[in-house]
């Protein structure tokens, strides 16, 4: 088997798993604990998690010990899911956070490590196109994924102690998939963890350090809807299968989005994905006016394609532009900054929706109108300068 497939297997297995886990988290903590700002705590831990773990695996990414990581990263998230299902742990609130936490640590810890490691078994010219298939393949996941587990969730044929269980088999698996690649050779490489050279070339790269800076203000505002959606579905609608229909369309928007990428080209400046932003708060607004189905999936086609888009994006010219030596600490900081917005807006908004179920979408909607006008000024002072 060759590296390309070990690394797509690793990553679309891993995440399918995840995927389901966190499709019945959502509702199952809702159903069990009645309560938004839990369901914002959880989100928020996950955000902590990713911040404390991102930039170990910035450093780690960089070193020679980048495949022993990952390796340990997949075993430990393993283990701890069959841990917690053996003692039956989950209905305790201490201990689902520490779940939570545990498990996104492996996650967040990965992922500077995965992206780091496409740039050892690709060619250069291959990223982009890997990037785009992967992309893809997790899209596509993630239409079959959510409505199968929350159907089988809310028919009872499936728990959640059962769906811990598939996450650890699927950390197992990507395990497997990656064992062969702790002998690819990579530069000898000692452990730092100085991010000076990695802060020094996003200094000197004033367009990525703008993409990495709207990007957590991005999350930090579209962690609200990833807390309407669950609670849209159960609270609003009465049926918990609804919000893993609205995964899956999550997913046909990423995918649309990702398939225009042959026909639309994303520059740099990323001009269409400024306009749809703008185009998903409008919708956002008839959401909060009407609650209904169609504004809301709507919303969600628009956001979804849009996102797609703009995630390749990044992830692509960051790989082309950031020298190898500060590849992974440059990505630990972007999931920095990313998560560091994605925590504050979950607990900031899961008090808000314990609030009121529908006016905190006004917020959501006037951020994504407010970093569309960042854009803008920022694009027009770039071509005043030159």
């Known amino acids: 088997m060759t590296g390309r497939n070990r690394l797509t297997i690793s990553k679309t297995l891993s995440f399918a798993g995840t995927t389901f886990f966190n499709a019945i988290l959502n509702i199952w903590v809702l159903e069990v604990f009645g309560s938004s700002k839990v369901l914002g705590n959880i989100n928020g831990y996950i955000g902590v998690a990713a911040i404390i773990c991102n930039l170990l695996g910035g450093a780690f990414a960089d070193s020679r010990y980048l495949v022993r990581l990952l390796l340990w ?12 299902v053996g003692m039956n742990l989950v209905e305790e609130l201490l201990w689902l956070y520490i779940l939570v936490f545990s498990l996104n640590a492996s996650t967040y810890l990965a992922s500077p490590l995965f992206k780091t490691l496409v740039r050892y078994v690709l060619a250069k010219d291959e990223i982009v196109k890997y990037n785009t298939e992967l992309s893809f393949l997790i899209q596509l996941a993630t239409i079959v994924v959510p409505p199968l587990a929350t159907t089988l969730y809310a028919t009872k044929w499936i728990t959640m102690n059962e769906a811990i269980l598939l996450n650890g088999v699927s950390y197992l698996i990507s395990f497997v998939a990656l064992f062969s690649l702790r002998k690819l050779k990579l530069k000898n490489t000692r452990l730092d963890f100085n991010y000076y050279a990695a802060l020094q070339e996003l200094k000197a790269k ?17 962690a609200g809807f990833n807390l309407y959606a669950p609670l849209f579905a159960t609270t609003l609608m009465k049926d918990p299968a609804l919000y893993g229909y609205l995964m899956s369309l999550e997913a046909v928007g990423g995918i649309l989005g990702i398939i225009s990428l042959k026909w639309l080209d994303i520059s740099q400046k990323i001009g269409l994905e400024r306009y749809l932003f703008a185009l998903a708060a409008g919708a956002l607004i008839f959401v909060y006016v009407f609650t209904s189905i169609f504004w809301i999936a709507l919303f969600t086609l628009i956001l979804t394609f849009c996102l797609a888009r703009y ?41 808000l929706f314990a609030l009121d179920h529908n006016k905190p979408l006004l917020l959501v909607a006037g951020g994504l109108i407010l970093i569309d006008l960042l854009w803008f000024f920022v694009t027009k002072l770039e071509q005043k300068e030159n």
């Open 73 to 84: 990263s997949d075993l430990i998230a393993s283990l701890v899911c069959f841990y917690i």
């Open 206 to 222: 004033r367009n990525i350090l703008f993409l990495v800076l709207t990007g957590g203000a991005l999350n930090a505002f579209l």
């Open 311 to 351: 995630n390749v994006a990044i992830q692509s010219i960051i790989q082309q532009e950031i020298v190898p030596q500060v590849l992974g600490k440059v990505f630990s900081l972007f999931f920095l900054v990313v998560n560091i917005g994605l925590s504050s807006g979950s607990f900031i908004f899961g008090y």
